[in-house]
């Protein structure tokens, strides 16, 4: 049943809708994980913690 | 039973008439006036991001965070590497295939995350590079490459977020309604600029580093906040859409990129902007300091000529909105702008030969005025001139024009101010003769932009123009 494209889901997406929507909240979570990384990197640099 | 008082407020509000209200009228059934406004929002999330580039983090740098000024300067510069990108950016948002029929949405997105993502990280890459702390000790490429990239990714962000929004709300309006929409835009990135320069300075006025983290992380998250508030449930979801987007051909950006040059005019008119906008643009940076060292002004009276040349800006966009709305050709309007400008950077130069500082302040009044016609007009030109289907890469243009020759405007302005700073050394000249060298290429730069804007037989022939500029040159 999951084969049909445009069958319309409960959530009022289509498979492929879904999957877009889905593919922003995977490249947001990345963008924010690397900048919060480097965030992290920067304020060791400057004011260490943990000795 | 109380009172009503919401209903009887908006009741009120709803009776003055959209006539009172400037770019009210905008509105249609469709697309009201409060979703306009909130979609441009975006604009003053951009507006502040190049308030506290350009002006707050360009003082806080070399003041408090010693850098050295020509480093300074090459880290502000990075951004407005990335403004011919915008040109692209419009082309892809153009084509843009998705499911969901969006095609600025994912633009606005990425660029608010690069926008968010920068800020996130640049006060702690400033306090690197400017070796607070342990990082005295730390090599100095970390500073150096992490301050570079904060500023490249605000840059990046803040050219998609910019060239996607105003495709997107050209693509919400009808038509005849461009030329208003285009004035909200330009009322919105003013607005957000002066609120922005007013509060930034006001919290930095006391500099800690705490207080610089707390400023530039607040301004990353009012950007994703406000872009998000300005982005929700604008553009409809098309399934329609989404199932052309499919089917049709991907045109390559060579394709798109010929067939918007080869309109008749459309280089003519990118070099009128670029001419234009690079002409008034200088001015920006150099007012408040020649009112201050050639006529005296105190430090509040010169931050009053600040206002007074947004003032003329924005009562340049009305006139504008109203008249574009009209029969009037923008190219005209344009020219008509540039025309009231020369006239006020005369003003601006005699007034340091005993004009006095009515003159001077009228002059700066008639420069704001002809900028805010100028901008309009332009801009409204190319949403007018560009292929159906490529407002996107026409905008985009539009764009990387404006922003690359406001930018070395400002750059250059800046670099004549640090000559202006080393020229008692010189000796012999007075403290207005390098401004007024300035105004006058100003004044240059407009009457060529003039010539180019004139129309006649050559219009579509570039020769004929070339050998215009080289005259006048």
Redesign the interface.
Known sequence: MSDDPDKVWPTGLTLREAEEVHSYLIDGTRVFGAIAVLAHVLVAVSTPWLG | MAFNYKAFALNKLASVGPEYLPFADVATEAVPLSRLLRLALFQVTVGAALVLLVGTLNRVMIVELEVPATLVAGMLALPLLFAPFRTWIGHRSDQHR???GWRRV?YI??GT??Q??GF??MP??L??LSG????VD?PRW?GLS?AG?AFLLVGAGLHMVQTAGLALATDLVREEDHPKVVGLMYVMLLFGMVVSALVYGALLEVYSPGRLVQVIQGTAVLTIALNLFALWKQEP?D?EL?QKMDTQRHVPFAEAWAGLVERPGMLRLMALIGLGTFGFGMADVLLEPYGGQALGFTVAETTRLTALFATGTLVGFGIASRVLSGPMDAVSLGRIGALVGIPGFVAIILASQGGGSLVFLAGVLATGLGAGLFGHATLTATIRAAPPGRIGLALGTWGAVQATCAGIGVALAGIVRDIIVQMPALGGLSPHAPYNYVFAIEIAFLLLALLLAVPGKGKTDPTDTDRKSVEVS
Request: hydrophobic residues 65%; proline residues 4%.
């Open positions: 998705s499911a969901l994912p997105w990425k995350m690069y968010f993502g996130a990280i702690f890459a306090l690197v607070f702390g342990e990082a730390a970390i992490s990239l979801r399934r989404a």
